[in-house]
């Protein structure tokens, strides 16, 4: 599986803007980039997800580099609520399960 | 949107007992799901995916006889835990994707099982 690098954990301030990074060097051209995030003693949640061209959804956008081999994850406006770990994981195909990494532990003060 | 529930969400039971958890789309038809596993400050390890139909496909080093998964029709999969042993204490995760293409997985919130 191709695998994914992301720093284990960055800080934030509320109201700021953050940018998680993701390296996937090894990406191939049919991996899809997903993001999902993990709160204490629930599961993953959705993000959002792109395969080339930058996406903007209401929770996030993600910036997908031109040789795709990183990306970031931009949440605008950090809330505590945004406290959690996420996960960067690339998908090989239809069908297929996700295989997490260790992911960012991103922290928000207020 | 797509919710994936799961059932129960905290379970103890005594070592050697064995233990249900059940996993349903509630508004698509999942002929695919997949269960994780979480041990604390760890991240979600694949343990096999369910096949509607079919048998389940495990990963390398989960035990079959130990982890029974059966997908019995498309809204609904389970997994029993045989014989629990405190070893098996972790926190259990489903998820289902809804259509056929790479669209994004919903995930259950989640089964912590302690087993004394």
């Known amino acids: 599986d191709a695998k994914t690098t992301q720093p284990n954990s960055m800080e934030s301030n509320e109201e700021e803007p953050v940018h998680l990074p993701c390296n996937h060097s090894?990406?191939?051209?049919?991996?899809?980039i997903h993001w999902y995030r993990q709160l204490p003693s629930q599961g993953p949640e959705y993000v959002i997800h792109?395969?080339?061209s930058n996406v903007n959804n209401r929770m996030a956008s993600l910036a997908i580099a031109e040789d795709r081999k990183s990306s970031t994850l931009i949440l605008h406006r950090a809330t505590l609520r945004d406290a959690a770990v996420y996960y960067c994981?690339?998908?090989?195909?239809?069908?297929?399960?996700?295989?997490f990494g260790k992911g960012t532990t991103l922290s928000v003060s207020s | 949107g797509a919710v994936v529930s799961q059932h129960p969400s905290r379970v103890i039971c005594k070592s050697g007992t064995s233990v249900k958890i059940e996993c349903r789309s509630l508004d698509f038809q999942a002929t695919t799901m997949f269960w994780y596993r979480q041990f604390p400050k760890q991240s979600l390890m694949l343990m096999a995916t369910?096949?509607?139909?079919?048998?389940?496909?495990?990963e390398q080093g989960v035990e079959k006889d130990k982890f029974l998964i059966n997908h019995a029709s498309l809204t609904l999969s389970t997994l029993t835990v045989t014989s629990a042993h405190p070893e098996d204490s972790s926190f259990y995760i489903c998820?289902?994707?809804?259509?056929?293409?790479?669209?994004?997985?919903?995930f259950g919130s989640g089964t912590q099982l302690s087993v004394l």
């Open positions: 994981i690339l998908s090989p195909g239809a069908g297929t399960a996700l295989i």
């Open positions: 998820s289902a994707r809804r259509g056929q293409g790479n669209e994004k997985l919903f």
């Open positions: 090894t990406i191939s051209g049919t991996d899809y």
């Open positions: 792109g395969l080339t």
């Open positions: 369910s096949n509607e139909g079919s048998k389940a496909t495990y």
